[in-house]
T-cell receptor, first 115, second 114 residues
Framework: AQKITQTQPGMFVQEKEAVTLDCTYD???????LFWYKQPSSGEMIFLIY??????QNATEGRYSLNFQKARKSANLVISASQLGDSAMYFC????????????FGTGTRLTIIP | ETGVTQSPTHLIKTRGQQVTLRCSSQ?????VSWYQQALGQGPQFIFQ???????GRGNFPPRFSGLQFPNYSSELNVNALELDDSALYLC?????????????FGPGTRLTVL
């Protein structure tokens, strides 16, 4: 079984600062993918970034980067130059490559950007 | 905009009733997954459909059932509603085997059971 752990229930960050959201995972499978989603108060899950377990380089998408440390089973999200619109819930999730499309989510981190 | 729509947006039912939630996926998306998100928690996988057949199920009782149709729409049916079924229900779709790893989520249906 897969498990995602997000240990930061909430974070407050000053606008324009960088922020790191923590995520650790547990699986016995070797082939998997890690995702970060943003969920504003409207409820829709917005895909941010993906990292495959065999990818040697950390994924980056604009202001988002994923700090992937396979040996430590961690996949932290880094948001550079935070903006007020970044205030939302952030979820880390995992999916096995060989299997169905099931995403296993963590409990999320509520990020609040302070002006 | 993900191109995935859900209806209705909000729904209020009473305990014991039955409910049907609908999801319309992007054209070509042959898999659809349904998730339940209770307040303050992460989404929990209910089940997935691939080419109109159930292809995986989470830890949900049989009163949660679904259908997937050839026109890329799907339904989640919940019988004998319980108070704990109150949650945001999300559907997500993708083209299995696609090079794109992203699953596209709909905006969700917020169900309240009284």
């Amino acid at each position: 079984a897969q498990k995602i752990t997000q240990t930061q229930p909430g974070m407050f960050v000053q606008e324009k600062e960088a922020v790191t959201l923590d995520c650790t995972y547990d699986t016995s499978d070797q082939s998997y993918g890690l995702f970060w989603y943003k969920q504003p108060s409207s409820g829709e899950m917005i895909f941010l970034i993906y990292q495959g377990s065999y990818d040697e380089q950390n994924a980056t998408e604009g202001r988002y980067s994923l700090n992937f440390q396979k040996a430590r089973k961690s996949a932290n999200l880094v948001i550079s130059a935070s903006q007020l619109g970044d205030s939302a819930m952030y979820f880390c999730a995992m999916r096995l490559v060989f299997g169905n499309e099931k995403l296993t989510f963590g409990t999320g981190t509520r990020l609040t950007i302070i002006p | 905009e993900t191109g995935v729509t859900q209806s209705p947006t909000h729904l209020i039912k009473t305990r014991g009733q039955q409910v049907t939630l609908r999801c319309s996926s992007q054209s070509g998306h042959n898999t659809v997954s349904w998730y339940q998100q209770a307040l303050g928690q992460g989404p929990q996988f209910i089940f997935q459909y691939y080419r109109e057949e159930e292809n995986g199920r989470g830890n949900f009782p049989p009163r949660f059932s679904g259908l997937q149709f050839p026109n890329y729409s799907s339904e989640l049916n919940v019988n004998a509603l319980e108070l704990d079924d109150s949650a945001l229900y999300l559907c997500a779709s993708r083209s299995k085997g696609s090079a794109y790893n992203e699953q596209f989520f709909g905006p969700g249906t917020r169900l309240t059971v009284l």
